[in-house]
């Protein structure tokens, strides 16, 4: 909407609302004019060249004239109404849903009883709501369709684009595991690199978390990747394959260990500092006499934690 | 090899047919979609903090190899938990001996110049699947134990010495080494060594520091740092392998049982057959 200069669009043609923006309007109006005067002049001046041939030139300006004018008429309204084209383009897949599902309720309504009518919406309606994988299919691909808005809101409004004010094309879009990945071809006037600075402001426009971009051409910097992540997947429990390509019930093999049973502290021998009363007391240590290492058992006569602690800061 | 295999087994034990020329599942990726890392013709570092999930991945990569057909494992583990499960498959076992570590890597090391002679004669340059050779994956857990803990200065320096050899030469000759440790500073492993490693793995780190020092220096300040995962989120890592930048990926996760399954498994597979008890073992080792 354009709210700089209402006067001017809304103003003169009695009531319409503007819905294109004053910047592209303008430069919409002069591409129009130079597309007129361009088209009008080259086309006249070929069909003047070829009529010429078989009528007098002077008839055959005329001719020229006739031919030129209105087909440059024709490119100044196609040219004019470009900017409405693609809003309708944009909106191509939300009109023809629409539509198709507008004019199946009215079918079914003007064909059935109202009783068959609802049973068949309840059906077409609940089966996928309550199933959960095709309800969550409906949604992602739902969510496909408003991301790509969501990506064009981005650009028109905080992503600066070049003077004409063109929006990169947003191509098509599709769900992945976590969200969505859409792809654009962006016009003169931006590179990934500028769009990599504002990740979280397309995140935000998106209702995303995250926003990552790609190249999705080695050849074409301007064929860009957007994976839009919604979910997080990196928590989640991730299975090996090895496990299904084996047989469970293999028999065991295992080499013989020998297992150490110094299995605490004070079943191993201070190598260093060597105290005749080191070590716990006597009745805190298990099978003393069942070392492996060989390491001798704790001294018997010491009597107190006291004594141990003492003897350790020594 | 030691491995005590009961007599009477109730099923024929088939191989998988997994080569390791195939690419390694390894885990997913942050759109969900598989990741897999040819390990062959690259080494491969992991590190991070303690608990990140650095042995999960390792354990993964070792699975993968123990159930390929004509491969070999040499594993060191100081911890000797985390590759145990697989002693019995592999042709060397190194628990926390430092000097059984360097003889291990000296004979690798002649294994690798021989290969390369070998395949000079051939007119060639690089092992290839249908060479029948046998790839030789050493995997090193707990690097920093054996280049900074155990044994004298002289060894540690030896041990990394022979380690570089073996890393730089064995990449052509089929013979990749996986590495895990850490935190791989330059005071822990040479950085002459870490920077062999084309592969990167970066579980959770605590600082953007220690996530340049595994992925390389500059990827922090793009965005690509490990300290930004979340640390109950185990076997979560940034993997810098094809592609060229760092991609977030989950390790897929085995459990003991499975370790150990796996292990039983590639084990009975690998097993000289019960059937002709008269063949020597030398006899077959020699075959192999």
């Not at chain 1, 769009?195 to 074409?220: F, M, P, Q, W, Y």
Request: proline residues 6%; neutral net charge.
């Amino acid at each position: 909407m354009s709210k700089s200069s209402p006067r001017r669009f809304a103003g003169r043609s009695t009531g319409t609302v503007t819905v294109i923006e004053a910047k592209v309007h303008r430069s919409s109006a002069r591409n129009a004019r130079m597309a007129f005067i361009l088209t009008a002049v080259i086309v006249g001046l070929l069909a003047a060249v070829v009529a010429a041939s078989s009528i007098h030139p002077i008839l055959a300006v005329i001719v020229g004239a006739l031919i030129g004018v209105p087909t440059g008429g024709l490119v100044w309204l196609l040219v004019r109404i470009w900017p409405v084209i693609r809003l309708l383009w944009w909106w191509t897949p939300e009109t023809i849903l629409g539509v198709v599902l507008l004019t199946a309720w009215v079918q079914l309504a003007n064909h059935t009883p109202t009783v068959v009518t609802l049973i068949v919406v309840a059906l077409v309606v609940g089966v996928p709501a309550a199933i959960r994988p095709v309800r969550r299919q409906v949604v992602a691909w739902g969510w496909c369709l408003v991301v790509r808005h969501r990506l064009r809101v981005c650009f028109a409004q905080f992503i600066i684009a070049n003077q004409s004010g063109s929006l990169p094309l947003i191509l098509w879009a599709r769900p992945t595991p976590v969200g969505e990945r859409v792809w654009v071809y962006l016009r003169p006037g931006l590179s990934a690199k500028d769009l990599e600075g504002r990740l979280d402001k397309i995140a935000v426009t998106c209702h995303a978390s995250t926003v990552l971009i790609e190249r999705a051409s080695e050849n074409n910097a301007a064929y860009l990747r957007f994976d839009i992540k919604r979910r997080e997947v990196l928590t989640a429990h991730v299975g090996s394959p090895l496990v299904d390509v084996i047989d469970p019930t293999a028999p065991v093999s295992a080499s013989p260990l020998t297992v150490p049973t110094a299995l605490d502290l004070p079943d191993i021998d201070m190598p260093t500092v060597t105290l005749p009363t080191q070590g716990k007391p006597a009745g805190k240590k298990p099978a003393a006499t069942t070392t492996a290492n060989g390491s001798k058992p704790a001294a018997s006569s010491a009597s107190s934690v006291e004594d141990d602690d003492t003897s350790d800061w020594i | 090899m030691t491995t005590t295999i009961p007599t009477t087994a109730e099923a024929v034990p088939v191989g998988p047919g997994l080569s390791m020329f195939d690419p390694i599942f390894i885990g997913i990726d942050e759109f969900g979609q598989p990741v897999y890392l040819d390990v062959i013709y690259r080494n491969l570092l992991t590190a991070g903090e303690p608990g990140g999930g650095k042995s999960g991945l390792i354990n993964n990569i070792c699975g993968h190899a123990a159930l390929c057909d004509n491969t070999r494992l040499v594993l060191f583990d100081a911890k000797l938990v985390e590759l145990g499960p697989w002693r019995d498959l592999a042709d060397a076992f190194i628990g926390p001996d430092i000097d059984q570590g360097i003889d291990v890597l000296r004979r690798l090391l002649v294994v690798a110049t021989n290969r390369y002679a070998w395949l000079l004669a051939n007119r060639r340059r690089k092992l290839a699947d249908g060479d029948g050779m046998s790839v030789i994956v050493t995997i090193i857990d707990e690097l920093a134990m054996f280049s900074t803990v155990l044994g004298t200065k002289a060894q540690q320096e030896e041990f990394s010495t022979l380690l570089r050899g073996l890393v730089s030469l064995g990449r052509a000759c089929g013979m990749p080494v996986v590495a895990a440790t850490q935190r791989p500073s330059w005071d822990i492993i040479p950085a002459s060594l870490r920077d062999l490693f084309g592969y990167r793995a970066a579980f959770r780190c605590t600082s953007l520091n220690s996530s340049n020092i595994i992925l390389g220096q500059g990827w922090a300040e793009q965005g690509y740092t490990a300290s930004d995962i979340s640390p109950t989120n185990q076997g979560a890592a940034y993997l810098l392998a094809e592609g060229g930048v760092p991609r977030r990926i989950k390790a897929a996760y085995l459990t003991d049982t499975d370790i150990y399954n796996i292990a039983d498994y590639a084990a009975w597979t690998r097993r000289p057959t019960i059937s002709t008890p008269t063949v020597n073992p030398t006899e077959w080792e020699m075959a192999a």
